[in-house]
């Protein structure tokens, strides 16, 4: 029997956040409320944002930070994303992941 080739388009197929970077959907779909500000988790969460290479960006590009140089609107969302945690905004955080996904599934699948 031969197999049927796949007739839909990559780009038809959207990439939800625990696609490309699963530890960090994990993180935000398990935890109801943010980390207590200052508690050690809130300055885990704080400083792995800040790290390009850490951050949900980053991970999603294979734990790189590369994107900085090479996307400039995952950059401005890389920061967007520490900013929403910073400021202690969950419905932000949750903005931040729509409009992080939109633009991975119209710029970066393929």
Request: proline share 5%; glycine share 4%.
């Amino acid at each position: 029997m031969n197999a049927k080739p796949d007739l839909v388009d990559p780009r038809e197929k959207a990439i939800n956040l625990s696609d490309i970077a699963p530890k960090w959907a994990k993180r935000l779909e398990e935890e109801e409320k943010l980390p207590f500000p200052l508690s050690i988790r809130w300055f885990k969460w704080y400083f792995e944002l800040d790290i390009p290479s850490r951050c949900i960006v980053g991970e999603a590009n294979g734990s790189s930070s590369s994107y900085e140089k090479e996307c400039k609107e995952c950059n401005s969302l890389g920061w967007q994303f520490g900013h929403s945690f910073l400021v202690r905004s969950r419905s932000g955080l949750e903005k931040d992941v729509h409009m992080f996904l939109q633009h991975w599934n119209e710029k970066h699948v393929t």
